[in-house]
């Protein structure tokens, strides 16, 4: 696996090309390793957002956040918004993917979203992504449209909030998103990165992937047994880091224990660990 030295390099050539301190938020989206980042995972983000502003000589009035994930809920993006308000300090997004839901949420409420190509806004009202076929997922669609109408004054978008609608998956689709030149018909505060920063964004992307497993050959969890026939081996549960929050100055990840299925959701549990404690 990438190391976290390299990971700081990555989000330190990132920071020089925003001039401004980066911290990264990413969750796996896929099978059984999918996150929906939450409440507690918001606390975990104060953590991170603390020791990336001690960290500076001087308080730092805006950072940059890389999001990268989908579903989530709208308490993640809430949180957020109240502990930046709350700091008095702006944030701006970039965008190296296509996001949905809580992080759709966080982006709206970003002074302007920095698009990688690859990047889009995906519908905010998705929901949770384990919980998609629950019918709490309606009632998390509509707190995320009241969420936005909170978002949206502070962030400085001329964006109307009658507009709300062509941001909801029944305008968008599932699984697409809007670029750009959607976003500015919106008047959303958006536009592609310039070519070095779409290249420091993009390596930082691809370490993430790395990093949450998703581009990591698959390898099987059960050899045949030498002993019995027609049986297998199970291989002892391992530890996979399924969401990553870090900046230069601290790093949180969230560790999935493969030994420690949901009874009652196609899901794994974990915790967060956080270097340095």
């Not at 957020?80 to 949905?100: E, N, Q, W």
């Not at 002074?111 to 998390?140: K, N, Y």
């Not at 390596?203 to 026939?229: A, D, I, K, M, N």
């Amino acid at each position: 696996m990438t190391t976290p030295s390299r990971e700081n390099e990555l989000l330190a050539e990132l920071a020089r090309q925003a001039g401004m301190p980066v911290i990264a938020i990413a969750a796996n989206w896929q099978g059984e390793y999918a996150v929906d980042l939450d409440a507690h995972a918001a606390r975990i983000f104060y953590d991170v957002l603390a020791a990336t502003i001690a960290a500076e000589d001087v308080r730092p009035r805006e950072l940059a956040l890389v999001v990268a994930g989908q579903g989530g809920y709208p308490a993640f993006a809430d949180a957020i918004r109240r502990a930046f308000s709350g700091l008095g300090i702006c944030y701006r997004v970039y965008l190296p993917c296509t996001v949905d839901a809580s992080l759709t949420l966080i982006c709206l409420g970003a002074t302007q979203i920095v698009l990688h190509p690859f990047g889009g806004l995906g519908p905010l009202d998705a929901g949770p992504l384990i919980e998609r076929s629950s019918p709490d997922v309606e009632l998390c669609g509509h707190g995320a449209l009241q969420l936005v109408q909170r978002l949206l004054p502070s962030s400085g978008h001329s964006f109307d909030t009658t507009k709300i609608s062509r941001l909801q998956s029944v305008q968008i689709g599932p699984g697409t998103a809007l670029g750009e030149v959607d976003l500015k018909r919106l008047g959303i505060k958006a536009h592609t990165a310039e070519a070095e920063e779409q290249d420091a964004l993009w390596r930082l992307y691809e370490h993430v992937e790395h990093v949450l497993g998703l581009t990591r050959r698959p390898q099987e969890r059960f050899t045949p047994s030498e002993q019995w026939p027609d049986e297998v081996e199970f291989e002892p549960a391992t530890e996979m880091i399924a969401a990553l929050i870090c900046s230069t100055a601290r790093r949180a990840v969230l560790e999935l224990d493969t030994g420690r299925p949901d009874p009652d959701m196609p899901r794994l549990h974990g915790a967060w660990h956080i270097t340095p404690e």
